[in-house]
T-cell receptor
């Protein structure tokens, strides 16, 4: 989706290191989401935010942290506490009002060195 | 709790043949249902969605899906598959509006052979 930019496309993490994945959107959507995708497991929700300066844990938040200082940005930090971080990470957005579905970015693939 | 079952992990069809991908859901209220498609290394693209109205929903790329409340199903169909349809397909169920917690199935990988 051209309105959601995830960077970098590929990221490598060393043991004990924190890394941050970027998600920026120009769709003026209020809600933003982070998902983790593993083969054979579909998408699992890590964190979501419906408004600036507010966010909630999803189903698998342990070892991750987020911030929402601006409407356009929702960065995800994978901390050293996340023991199995290798996965494909997807950011999504949607307007809070109405029946619009979630729109997805192109993802970031995180691997361990 | 809401859940989605996609019973077929992998499907192979010949180009030009018809396609049906199965999806069963569990949801306590009126469901908001989606089908997304994902090409390798890419994000998810919405094919179609259903909340109310006509139970046969038309989507992009020639896909359609039929909501059957009595069977808790939302199967995706295409009358004639093209090689470019090879991808992974995800069915999802969620609430309308607000936080919109969405639960995804594990996906069905479609292979198209000449």
């Amino acid at each position: 989706d051209g309105g959601i930019t995830q960077s970098p496309k590929y990221l490598f993490r060393k043991e004990g290191q924190n890394v941050t994945l970027s998600c920026e959107q120009n769709l003026n959507h209020d809600a933003m989401y982070w998902y983790r995708q593993d083969p054979g497991q579909g998408l699992r929700l890590i964190y979501y935010s419906q408004i600036v300066n507010d966010f909630q844990k999803g189903d698998i938040a342990e070892g991750y942290s987020v911030s929402r200082e601006k409407k356009e940005s929702f960065p995800l930090t994978v901390t050293s506490a996340q023991k199995n971080p290798t996965a494909f990470y997807l950011c999504a957005t949607r307007p809070v009002q109405g029946s619009q579905p979630q729109h997805f970015g192109d993802g970031t693939r995180l691997s361990i060195l | 709790a809401q859940s989605v079952t996609q019973p077929d992990i992998h499907i192979t069809v010949s180009e030009g043949a018809s396609l049906e991908l199965r999806c069963n859901y569990s949801y306590g209220a009126t469901p908001y249902l989606f089908w997304y498609v994902q090409s390798p290394g890419q994000g998810l693209q919405l094919l179609l969605k259903y909340f109310s109205g006509d139970t046969l929903v038309q989507g992009i790329k020639g896909f359609e899906a039929e909501f059957k409340r009595s069977q808790s199903s939302f199967n995706l169909r295409k009358p004639s598959v093209h090689w470019s349809d090879a991808a992974e397909y995800f069915c999802a169920v969620g609430a309308l509006g607000g936080y919109q917690k969405v639960t995804f199935g594990i996906g069905t990988k479609l292979q198209v052979i000449p």
